[in-house]
């Protein structure tokens, strides 16, 4: 697949969105390593700069996912699985929030809602989804059957990013070198290579919230794209949160205000964490899990309130998206939702089954 990239690069220099073709050649020739890094950075840090399209943003994330290992999700005889979520976000709100995502989707996949979780290590915070597994005992690094059998067995298995997308060797140094959000911020949330069709995906960025739940309708995908009012890339504690619901083919806007639900707002830094043992800690915490054998149990420096609540507003979310909780109205859903996730996180079966899965022996 050849590319003209003196045409691209002038047309995003002059503000013309490109065509799904354009956009999946540029991207074919920096995942096949035949783009320069010169190219690669003024590519994705351009279209950004330029305004990313729902189309453009599909085709990358179309092409990217092309290039990644495949992924089975196990079958069921009966169908009655229902669909597999993913709960993540794209980073860079600047927050170093404790894991939120990562322990949502324990709770969840307490309850038998299958879990894809995709991530990595940590890129701007102190602890990545996969840094904070680890320090909890949830094995990361798993081949494509590893993934099915752990989804099988318990509702939830981890996706390494890294693992899982050898062609972005190509771009990571790039991205790395430049240090400012680029198209692969947006692109992560988008090309899981389990390709759940339901989720919760954060997005930091305010202008781009309402273009990745876009590009997710056209692919047909159920999902709330949500963005907290104090730049969050998950559901606030502390304010609203702008929400898009993709159904049908579209999105809807809905805000969510937790004092409507009869929370309390919170200060952001109440759910601020630390590094991957700390945001264990946390999760450990959370969930009565017991503690590890020769490590003392310091105090988190987080408010454990604020943290439940973040919890149950992302689970809840990706409950909704997931359509475990059927109701007329995104609220009376997230109400449901919420009274569905509040009742498990507190049940003893809830800790039972996220122990077992830390004390999982490596694959």
Same mark, same amino acid.
């Given at each position: 697949?050849?590319?003209?990239?003196?045409?691209?690069? %002038?047309?995003?220099?002059?503000?013309? =969105?490109?065509?799904? %073709?354009?956009?999946?050649?540029?991207?074919?020739?920096?995942?096949? +390593? =035949?783009?320069?890094?010169?190219?690669?950075?003024?590519?994705?840090?351009?279209?950004?700069?330029?305004?990313?399209?729902?189309?453009?943003?599909?085709?990358?994330?179309?092409?990217?996912?092309?290039?990644? #290992?495949?992924?089975?999700?196990?079958?069921?005889?009966?169908?009655? #699985?229902?669909?597999?979520?993913?709960?993540?976000?794209?980073?860079?709100?600047?927050?170093?929030?404790?894991?939120?995502?990562?322990?949502?989707?324990?709770?969840?996949?307490?309850?038998?809602?299958?879990?894809?979780?995709?991530? %990595?290590?940590?890129?701007?915070?102190?602890?990545? +989804?996969?840094?904070?597994?680890?320090?909890?005992?949830?094995?990361?690094?798993?081949?494509?059957?590893?993934?099915?059998?752990?989804?099988?067995?318990?509702?939830?298995?981890?996706?390494?990013?890294?693992?899982?997308?050898?062609?972005?060797?190509?771009?990571?140094?790039?991205?790395?070198?430049?240090?400012?959000?680029?198209?692969?911020?947006?692109?992560?949330?988008?090309? %899981?290579?389990?390709?759940?069709?339901?989720?919760?995906?954060?997005?930091?960025?305010?202008?781009?919230?309402?273009?990745?739940?876009?590009?997710?309708?056209?692919? $047909? =995908?159920?999902?709330?794209?949500?963005?907290?009012?104090?730049?969050?890339?998950?559901?606030?504690?502390?304010?609203?949160?702008?929400?898009?619901?993709?159904?049908?083919?579209?999105?809807?806007?809905?805000?969510?205000?937790?004092?409507?639900?009869?929370?309390?707002?919170?200060?952001?830094?109440?759910?601020?964490?630390?590094?991957?043992?700390?945001?264990?800690?946390?999760?450990?915490?959370?969930?009565?899990?017991?503690?590890?054998?020769?490590?003392?149990?310091?105090?988190?420096?987080?408010?454990?309130?604020?943290?439940?609540?973040?919890?149950?507003?992302?689970?809840? $979310?990706?409950?909704?998206?997931?359509?475990?909780?059927?109701?007329?109205?995104?609220?009376?859903?997230?109400?449901?939702?919420? =009274?569905?996730?509040?009742?498990?996180?507190?049940?003893?079966?809830?800790?039972?089954?996220?122990?077992?899965?830390?004390?999982?022996? #490596?694959?």
């Amino acid at each position: 697949m050849m590319t003209n990239w003196v045409d691209l690069l %002038n047309h995003i220099a002059d503000g013309r =969105d490109l065509t799904p %073709n354009e956009v999946s050649a540029a991207m074919h020739s920096i995942m096949s +390593g =035949d783009a320069s890094p010169a190219k690669i950075a003024s590519f994705i840090y351009g279209i950004r700069v330029k305004g990313i399209t729902p189309t453009e943003l599909e085709a990358a994330a179309s092409t990217m996912l092309d290039f990644a #290992r495949p992924v089975e999700l196990p079958s069921s005889p009966n169908d009655d #699985r229902g669909p597999a979520v993913d709960i993540v976000g794209t980073g860079g709100d600047g927050a170093h929030t404790v894991n939120v995502s990562t322990m949502a989707s324990l709770l969840i996949a307490s309850m038998g809602i299958d879990v894809i979780k995709h991530g %990595n290590r940590a890129a701007s915070s102190r602890s990545g +989804g996969a840094d904070m597994l680890e320090a909890l005992g949830v094995p990361i690094d798993l081949s494509p059957n590893d993934v099915t059998n752990m989804l099988s067995q318990h509702h939830f298995a981890f996706i390494f990013a890294r693992t899982y997308h050898p062609a972005m060797k190509y771009a990571a140094p790039v991205r790395s070198d430049i240090k400012v959000p680029t198209l692969f911020n947006l692109l992560g949330p988008m090309t %899981n290579p389990a390709r759940p069709t339901a989720g919760l995906i954060g997005c930091a960025f305010p202008e781009m919230t309402s273009v990745m739940a876009d590009a997710f309708a056209r692919r $047909g =995908d159920t999902v709330l794209v949500v963005h907290g009012q104090d730049g969050l890339d998950e559901f606030s504690v502390s304010c609203p949160t702008d929400v898009y619901v993709t159904h049908d083919g579209g999105a809807e806007r809905y805000e969510f205000d937790p004092r409507d639900y009869g929370f309390s707002y919170f200060p952001v830094s109440a759910i601020r964490g630390g590094d991957a043992d700390t945001n264990a800690r946390v999760a450990r915490q959370l969930f009565s899990l017991d503690p590890i054998a020769d490590k003392p149990t310091t105090p988190v420096p987080c408010d454990m309130g604020a943290v439940e609540n973040a919890v149950l507003f992302s689970a809840a $979310g990706a409950l909704v998206s997931a359509q475990a909780c059927d109701k007329e109205s995104f609220r009376d859903a997230m109400g449901h939702a919420l =009274d569905r996730a509040k009742a498990a996180l507190h049940d003893e079966k809830t800790t039972d089954r996220i122990q077992r899965l830390v004390s999982e022996k #490596r694959p």
